[in-house]
C-alpha cells in the first residue's frame, strides 16, 4: 500500500537527479573553460585552463629575441597572470548561478568556504514531508 508522501517523495528524488546531471554539467563546462592571453607587440601568447594550469606557450612573434630576460620574464608573468584572471572569470561565469547567497566562486576555489556552513545539515523538504520523516518514521521504527 503506497505511503501518504509517496509522490513527494518521488518528486524529491526527481529534483535531485536533476540537480545531480546539473553539476555533472557545470563539472564539465569548468574542465572545458580556458582562457588565452596575448602580450603587448604579440611577445607572448598563453592559454591556460580552469585551474589556472599552462596548457599553452607560444611566441607569435620574433620580438621577444629583442627583449632582454628579465623584461621578457615580466611579460610572461604578466601575461600568465592576466590568462589566469581571465580563466577564473570564466569559471565565475559558470558558477555564478549555483552558489548560495554570500559565497563567492574565489573563496570557493581558494578553499576559503566551509561546504558545512553552506549546505544544510537535512535536504529541503516540504514541511509535511519533513513532519513525516521526523516523527512518522521514527515513531513507526521505534514502535
Not at 585551474?51 to 623584461?71: I, K, W
Request: net charge negative; no cysteine.
Amino acid at each position: 500500500m503506497p505511503g501518504p508522501y509517496d509522490q513527494q517523495i518521488e518528486d524529491l528524488l526527481a529534483q535531485y537527479r536533476r540537480q545531480r546531471d546539473e553539476a555533472a554539467e557545470t563539472r564539465r563546462r569548468i574542465n572545458e573553460t580556458t582562457a588565452t592571453v596575448t602580450a603587448p607587440r604579440q611577445t607572448v601568447k598563453v592559454t591556460v585552463g580552469a585551474q589556472g594550469e599552462v596548457t599553452a606557450l607560444e611566441f607569435p612573434t620574433g620580438a621577444y629575441r629583442r627583449m632582454a630576460p628579465r623584461e621578457l620574464a615580466e611579460v610572461l608573468l604578466t601575461t600568465l597572470q592576466q590568462a589566469r584572471a581571465e580563466a577564473l572569470r570564466s569559471v565565475a561565469g559558470v558558477l555564478a548561478d549555483g552558489l548560495p547567497p554570500g559565497v563567492t566562486v574565489p573563496d570557493l576555489l581558494q578553499g576559503r568556504v566551509d561546504p558545512a556552513a553552506v549546505l544544510p545539515e537535512d535536504p529541503a523538504m516540504p514541511d509535511p514531508v519533513r513532519d513525516y520523516v521526523d516523527h512518522g518514521l521514527r515513531g513507526e521504527n521505534h514502535e
